[in-house]
């Protein structure tokens, strides 16, 4: 049960946007990201490798939003940054390691982007819990694994998502 709502908590951005129905193209596609991680999770029911899912997923989230947050060409250099670090974390950690250092560079990515635009309001600072805190408890778990750190990540999680959801609810015209 538990595992079913850390899934679809996911999904909660999109619904909120859906039930307030902003003009802004940017706000879907930064709450895409969070679609992006239910998309995972749905990989991993119905029988894709959880590996696989795991290294696209990160890489994926950066990719939407520096391509919406950056000018092309700066979005362009930052997310071939992160490709680069996808792979040299995957020869390094190997596919079975951590992925710690891929989603250190991905969700890092985010943050640094994030972080100087104080003009998202309070969808800045919901990208920034569920990015930069969910890297810091992701690298918790990833170092102590177990049901105390996976619910540490989750509650991250959820406190990103909840609070995008304010921000839709306060901001989304």
Do not use: N
């Not at 908590?9 to 909120?16: D, G, I, V």
């Not at 749905?42 to 994926?60: A, M």
């Not at 079975?96 to 250190?104: C, E, F, K, S, V």
Request: glycine share 10%; proline share 4%.
């Amino acid at each position: 049960m538990i595992f079913e709502v850390a899934h679809h908590m996911a999904l909660l951005p999109a619904l909120a946007l859906a039930w307030r129905r902003p003009r802004e193209s940017a706000l879907w596609w930064l709450a895409g990201v969070f679609v992006v991680a239910w998309l995972a999770d749905w990989g991993k029911h119905v029988g894709v490798d959880p590996l696989l899912t795991s290294w696209v997923y990160p890489i994926s989230q950066a990719g939407i939003v520096l391509a919406v947050l950056l000018p092309r060409r700066l979005a362009l250099m930052a997310f071939g940054a992160v490709m680069v670090l996808g792979v040299l974390a995957l020869l390094w950690e190997g596919e079975r390691g951590p992925d710690l250092l891929l989603r250190a560079g991905a969700w890092g990515a985010i943050v640094a982007t994030v972080w100087t635009r104080a003009d998202l309001g309070l969808f800045r600072t919901a990208l920034l819990v569920y990015f930069g805190l969910g890297l810091l408890a992701w690298g918790a778990y990833t170092t102590v694994p177990g049901w105390s750190t996976w619910g540490v990540y989750q509650i991250v999680r959820l406190a990103g998502i909840l609070l995008f959801c304010v921000a839709v609810k306060r901001e989304a015209r």
